[in-house]
């Protein structure tokens, strides 16, 4: 389903109808955690790169959650966040480093 597409309901069965909305729910709160996600990473990659140590010290811990979080929920793949995580992590370290 291409995004910001309706679900096609082809059929009226009452149960099919449930299933559609169901659907429209979770990509509604999918969309949001993944979005939620991107804004973090975002922020925590503009204040490492900022040179900001004190923003992006505060912001890792939160970012790192969310895609925890995001991880348990489905909306991204284990490897995924866990990938995210350790390149935000060691772009943290890196740029605590060069700011000693």
């Known amino acids: 389903m291409a995004q910001g597409q309706a679900t096609k309901v082809k059929k009226k069965k009452k ?16 969309q949001s955690n993944r979005t939620r996600v991107r804004t973090l990473m975002k922020r925590l990659r503009t204040a490492i790169s900022s040179g900001d140590a004190n923003a992006a010290g505060t912001l890792l811990q939160p970012t790192l959650s ?20 350790s390149r935000l992590a060691l772009a943290f370290n890196g740029a605590k480093a060069a700011k000693a």
């Open 15 to 30: 149960s099919v109808l449930k299933r559609a909305a169901q659907a429209r729910q979770r990509a509604e709160v999918n």
């Open 66 to 85: 969310a895609i925890d979080v995001a991880i348990s929920k489905g909306v991204l793949h284990e490897n995924t966040g866990n990938r995210y995580k």
